[in-house]
């Protein structure tokens, strides 16, 4: 296994002592992202509920992408990009829920990483679009940017088909990506390389 790079590293176990801390402690009123309208909805819970899961599963998958696709990314970036990156996808997502459910009305809270790990793996397919993956499920070889298709549209019909309204915030989370990219590259709508 290579080496875990220090912010993947501190956000690996950050997730994981704040998950068995959860058992004791019901972090979930303070930190989770509830619907703007609801009277638990907090400022902060816009980036803070990116370090709840709801349970060891997701709490797995999303280190496990983390690691996967976030460990090399930190040493491409360098910490502080990527950092920066990780708060847009997880902001992204988090801003697209809070829209989401405002306009449907669904009292509904959002807990995970998985802002930003798609936003990872949009990264990962704009810089690697022809690498070969094996993902979990299905395993099967795929190009990086099909897994990411697939995956992005798994998403889209999960959210829209009313199913998981939080698969509309790693949607979010690519959004952000896409866009923190296109900025840094001086790609439009902004100006000059960055």
């Given at each position: 296994?290579?080496?875990?790079?220090?912010?993947?590293?501190?956000?690996?176990?950050?997730?994981?002592?704040?998950?068995?801390?959860?058992?004791?402690?019901?972090?979930d009123l303070w930190l989770a992202l509830y619907p703007v309208r609801s009277?638990?909805?907090w400022p902060w819970q816009l980036i803070t509920y990116a370090f709840l899961h709801a349970d060891v599963l997701h709490l797995f998958f999303n280190m496990l992408g983390l690691w996967m696709f976030g460990g090399e990314l930190e040493v491409l970036w360098g910490r502080k990009r990527y950092a920066a990156f990780l708060a847009m996808g997880a902001l992204f997502g988090a801003l697209t829920f809070v829209?989401?459910?405002?306009?449907?009305?669904?009292?509904?809270?959002?807990?995970g990483f998985s802002g930003s790990i798609y936003a990872l793996l949009l990264a990962s397919a704009i810089l690697f679009p022809t690498r070969t993956i094996m993902p979990l499920f299905p395993p099967i070889p795929m190009k990086m940017r099909t897994f990411v298709i697939v995956f992005g549209v798994i998403a889209l019909v999960m959210g829209f088909g009313g199913r998981n309204l939080g698969a509309l915030a790693h949607l979010g989370g690519m959004l952000g990506g896409w866009i923190t990219i296109r900025y840094w590259r001086g790609q439009a709508p902004f100006g000059r390389r960055r």
């Open positions: 296994m290579p080496p875990i790079p220090p912010i993947t590293q501190f956000l690996m176990l950050a997730c994981t002592a704040i998950f068995c801390l959860e058992m004791l402690v019901p972090l009277s638990y909805f829209v989401v459910t405002t306009l449907m009305g669904v009292p509904s809270a959002l807990v």
